[in-house]
Nanobody, 116 residues
């Protein structure tokens, strides 16, 4: 029901930074928890970060201290600021919205490649 469009991925050298954006459709974006997941080739999709409607955040241990998730409800947009990037961060990054009851919508993903 909600359309999610990610942007901001690309190729970056280890130690560099990128900011991902996820633009969502709909007028009730503000009440939902949002998240970022990532999936490397041949691997399972893993949680990166979440942010609630009240702006409480949660991070995977692997990105804690390096990544920051935020949201701008007026723009229906969630962001992922990624600093000190490592080759292990290379993956397709997906934006998700979580509805009450546990159902999700997903974006198509944006590729982040970190070279060493």
């Amino acid at each position: 029901q909600v359309q999610l469009v990610e942007s901001g991925g690309g190729l970056v050298q280890a130690g560099g930074s990128l900011r991902l954006s996820c633009a969502a459709s709909g007028s009730i974006f503000r009440i939902y928890t949002m998240g970022w997941y990532r999936q490397a080739p041949g691997k399972q999709r893993d949680l990166v970060a979440t942010i609630t409607s009240g702006a409480s955040t949660n991070y995977a241990d692997s990105v804690k201290g390096r990544f920051t998730i935020s949201r701008d409800n007026a723009k229906n947009t969630v962001y992922l600021q990624m600093n000190s990037l490592k080759p292990e961060d290379t993956a397709v990054y997906y934006c998700t919205i979580r509805y009450p009851g546990g159902m999700n919508d997903w974006g198509k993903g944006t590729l982040v490649t970190v070279s060493s």
